[in-house]
């Protein structure tokens, strides 16, 4: 059934809100933005210069993709699309859990698991969270299990730093919506791999992406390299995106890319569109940096390790 949802009504600490969302605009935002005419023109120039350079990155450095595997266009449905590769040894060096340490390792796409209205729901709840900060640099997090929000080179916690008045930004409906998905994930995922989805465990990082062409100002904002999950976190075990918005359309580069020794094979982003993997060296990956435009996502985490387990989100 598709969701029909309104922007919740301003309560009465809205105008406090609104002064903070301003206060965070100006952390990012820094004294270039209170430059005179002249030297805004300049940076106009300047940036069209780094977007035309961003351009030519994308269409040059990832012209060795050798296979997409699931283009914009397409629909997958109603079963996922499912491409099998031999695990690595990774798992091999941490705790097994039966029924749930993978065995059978792969990637998967399925796009009949979250329609585009929820899709759009979770973008109006990842915009307005953002909305309140946001990176400096091109990409911005938002993650309601912790609170973490970028602003500015650094991180707050949401819960703490707006205390009550959250409220005013996200509502239970919200919150309900997205455990819905993460449920669905979890579900499908035991399903393609032959887990037991009650031994599988949401994990962290577990978190809204907002990506766009503005230049790198920490490492945070350096989403582009190759790197490895389970590695680079040691809980995951299996990993998820959410795409909330669609390439091609809402932006162009930012594909997300698996590394593989015979060639690299990429997953185009399409709103809803729902991507699953074993979290080990045998799916080793990166993203595209974005050319122009804004993509959203939602990265969901699993491990079999109930020591790293994290609850869903709620409002305090």
């Given at each position: 059934?598709?969701?029909?949802?309104?922007?919740?009504?301003?309560?009465?600490?809205?105008?406090?809100?609104?002064?903070?969302?301003?206060?965070?605009?100006?952390?990012?935002?820094?004294?270039?933005?209170?430059?005179?005419?002249?030297?805004?023109?300049?940076?106009?120039?300047?940036?069209?210069?780094c977007l035309g350079a961003t351009w030519l990155y994308v269409?040059?450095?990832?012209?060795?993709?050798?296979?997409?595997?699931?283009?914009?266009?397409?629909?997958?449905?109603?079963?996922?699309?499912?491409?099998?590769?031999?695990?690595?040894?990774?798992?091999?060096?941490?705790?097994?859990?039966?029924?749930?340490?993978?065995?059978?390792?792969?990637?998967?796409?399925?796009?009949?698991?979250?329609?585009?209205?929820?899709?759009?729901?979770?973008?109006?709840?990842?915009?307005?969270?953002?909305?309140?900060?946001?990176?400096?640099?091109?990409?911005?997090?938002?993650?309601?299990?912790?609170?973490?929000?970028?602003?500015?080179?650094?991180?707050?916690?949401?819960?703490r730093y707006f205390g009550d008045q959250i409220s005013d930004?996200?509502?239970?409906?919200?919150?309900?919506?997205?455990?819905?998905?993460?449920?669905?994930?979890?579900?499908?995922?035991?399903?393609?791999?032959?887990?037991?989805?009650?031994?599988?465990?949401?994990?962290?990082?577990?978190?809204?992406?907002?990506?766009?062409?503005?230049?790198?100002?920490?490492?945070?904002?350096?989403?582009?390299?190759?790197?490895?999950?389970?590695?680079?976190?040691?809980?995951?075990?299996?990993?998820?995106?959410?795409?909330?918005?669609?390439?091609?359309?809402?932006?162009?580069?930012?594909?997300?890319?698996?590394?593989?020794?015979?060639?690299?094979?990429?997953?185009?982003?399409?709103?809803?569109?729902?991507?699953?993997?074993?979290?080990?060296?045998?799916?080793?990956?990166?993203?595209?940096?974005?050319?122009?435009?804004?993509?959203?996502?939602?990265?969901?985490?699993?491990?079999?390790?109930?020591?790293?387990?994290?609850?869903?989100?709620?409002?305090?």
């Amino acid at each position: 059934m598709a969701l029909v949802r309104q922007r919740p009504a301003k309560g009465p600490n809205a105008t406090e809100i609104e002064k903070k969302i301003k206060r965070g605009n100006a952390l990012r935002q820094g004294s270039s933005w209170r430059s005179s005419r002249w030297l805004g023109a300049l940076l106009l120039v300047a940036v069209n210069v780094c977007l035309g350079a961003t351009w030519l990155y994308v269409t040059t450095s990832d012209s060795d993709i050798t296979e997409t595997l699931v283009g914009q266009g397409e629909i997958v449905s109603p079963e996922p699309r499912v491409f099998t590769v031999k695990c690595s040894e990774d798992y091999e060096n941490y705790k097994r859990y039966a029924g749930c340490t993978p065995q059978k390792c792969g990637r998967a796409i399925i796009d009949s698991l979250v329609t585009r209205d929820e899709a759009h729901v979770l973008r109006r709840l990842a915009e307005r969270g953002l909305a309140l900060a946001g990176s400096e640099g091109g990409a911005s997090i938002l993650d309601l299990h912790s609170g973490a929000l970028s602003m500015g080179k650094q991180f707050v916690n949401i819960y703490r730093y707006f205390g009550d008045q959250i409220s005013d930004v996200f509502t239970a409906e919200d919150f309900k919506l997205y455990s819905d998905v993460r449920g669905r994930i979890q579900a499908v995922i035991a399903e393609t791999f032959g887990l037991d989805p009650t031994l599988m465990y949401l994990t962290k990082p577990t978190f809204f992406s907002r990506i766009n062409s503005t230049a790198a100002k920490t490492q945070h904002d350096e989403y582009w390299h190759p790197h490895i999950d389970k590695e680079t976190y040691g809980s995951f075990d299996y990993t998820s995106l959410l795409y909330l918005s669609d390439y091609g359309s809402d932006f162009t580069g930012g594909r997300f890319i698996f590394i593989d020794q015979n060639g690299n094979r990429t997953v185009e982003p399409r709103t809803g569109r729902v991507s699953f993997f074993s979290s080990g060296s045998e799916n080793i990956h990166r993203v595209e940096r974005v050319a122009w435009g804004t993509r959203y996502a939602i990265t969901v985490s699993f491990t079999c390790d109930p020591a790293h387990a994290i609850s869903d989100p709620a409002l305090p």
